[in-house]
């Protein structure tokens, strides 16, 4: 009998929470062979990772995980060998009786928001007791071996450095997106939150010697290109030009396309934690604006990633990297230190590479939770 695994995710906003989940349920199911059941209580925003999904469906199957519709009244299941409540979302208070009741204990989990922080080492894997004498273990993804380490398909380097050293592949799949790449242009993607510093970047890459292509999916951050350009909106489709600087905006692509999006890029804006992930998995320089928290909790969560992915580089590319990712976290202006990364731009490009090699030697987020559970037996 193959274990089974109820993963439950609630999206509070954004994609993140779903991004997170779907991705580690189908690998589990690829590379693990487990039974895995995904509750998500907004289908639609699964759809838009996963076109092909239906969000009135109350169950559906796809690359064999069984997506289920969170019920707001919750209905009685059978409980599963491993559960994980995805970023402290909550189970039903049925479900968890019914784990209290079960013959053989559950593995009950608490997937972590992802950090860099030093203090994570410690409290990955550590139990707290919960109410009907269970346990529930905090298992944190990370940048060390003490952490559950980064969700990463078995093939995911090897397919994106064939793809990367394939220039036919690159150019049909940005065909294939309604993107025509400029000869000697830098093509850049940008997914962001609302951010004030957007206005000096823009005029920072519209000054540029080098003609710049800035590729921008649907999104949050849309009504500030929007306002740079002078426009009331702007849909997917749209291509304007303002000196060195042509900007297009995308339509929002499933998962997969995303990542081909990230590698045919020559620098990727990204947010949040899945996009951030994945961009490092790209091998190329990137920009990351974190999901704003209260009391500016994720200016440590910025420090703290800064101080890992620094130590690569000499201390002037250091400077400079610090100086554009903390005024895109401030939404301060940001033309002096794009400035300055260009001189740096072969050596942030081979760190990024390196960054992506050694954090690959790890042990991938799945095949930890795997082997968490078998540790556990
Ligand atoms: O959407 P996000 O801002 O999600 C955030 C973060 O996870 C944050 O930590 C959390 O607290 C908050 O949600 C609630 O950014 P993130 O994490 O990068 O997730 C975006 C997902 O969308 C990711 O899986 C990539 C995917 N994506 C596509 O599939 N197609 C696209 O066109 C784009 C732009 C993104």
């Not at 402290?88 to 079960?102: F, I, S």
């Not at 292509?213 to 002078?230: F, K, T, Y």
């Not at 020559?266 to 209260?294: H, K, M, T």
């Amino acid at each position: 009998m193959r274990p089974t695994w109820d993963i439950f995710c609630r999206v509070i906003d954004n994609y993140g929470d779903i991004g997170v989940t779907w991705r580690l349920a189908r690998q589990l199911v690829a590379e693990h062979d487990q039974a895995v059941r995904l509750w998500v209580d907004d289908p639609r925003a699964f759809c838009r990772l996963c076109p092909q999904a239906n969000s009135q469906d109350a169950m559906q199957i796809h690359q064999g995980v069984a997506v289920h519709q969170w019920p707001s009244e919750w209905q009685p299941v059978s409980t599963a060998d491993v559960v994980i409540e995805a970023f402290g979302c909550e189970l039903p208070d049925a479900y968890v009786d019914a784990m209290a009741q079960r013959a053989r204990s559950s593995l009950w989990l608490n997937l972590e928001y992802l950090s860099a922080e030093t203090w994570v080492d410690g409290c990955h894997g550590l139990p707290s007791l919960q109410p009907r004498g269970l346990h529930k273990f905090f298992f944190f993804p990370g940048f060390t071996p003490r952490t559950g380490g980064l969700l990463r398909e078995n093939e995911l380097i090897a397919q994106r450095q064939r793809f990367q050293q394939d220039p036919a592949a690159r150019v049909a799949f940005l065909k294939h997106l309604g993107v025509t790449p400029e000869p000697n242009a830098r093509l850049i993607s940008l997914f962001a939150y609302e951010n004030p510093a957007l206005a000096s970047w823009l005029e920072a890459l519209a000054n540029s010697t080098q003609p710049v292509q800035l590729l921008v999916p649907e999104g949050r951050i849309i009504a500030d290109l929007a306002r740079w350009l002078g426009l009331d909106e702007l849909a997917p489709g749209d291509l304007h030009r303002r000196d060195a600087l042509t900007v297009q905006v995308l339509p929002f692509v499933s998962q997969d396309d995303y990542d081909r999006l990230l590698w045919s890029c020559d620098f990727n804006a990204v947010r949040g934690e899945d996009s951030f992930v994945r961009a490092q998995w790209a091998g190329r320089p990137l920009l990351w604006q974190l999901y704003p928290q209260q009391q500016e909790a994720h200016l440590d969560k910025l420090d703290a990633f800064l101080t890992r992915y620094g130590k690569g580089l000499s201390v002037t590319t250091n400077a400079a990297l610090q100086a554009q990712w903390q005024a895109w976290n401030r939404g301060e202006d940001m033309q002096a230190s794009w400035q300055a990364l260009q001189h740096a731009w072969p050596e942030l490009s081979a760190e990024a590479e390196n960054w992506c090699q050694q954090q690959a030697e790890q042990t991938n987020m799945a095949a930890a939770l795997v082997q968490f559970y078998l540790n556990w037996l």
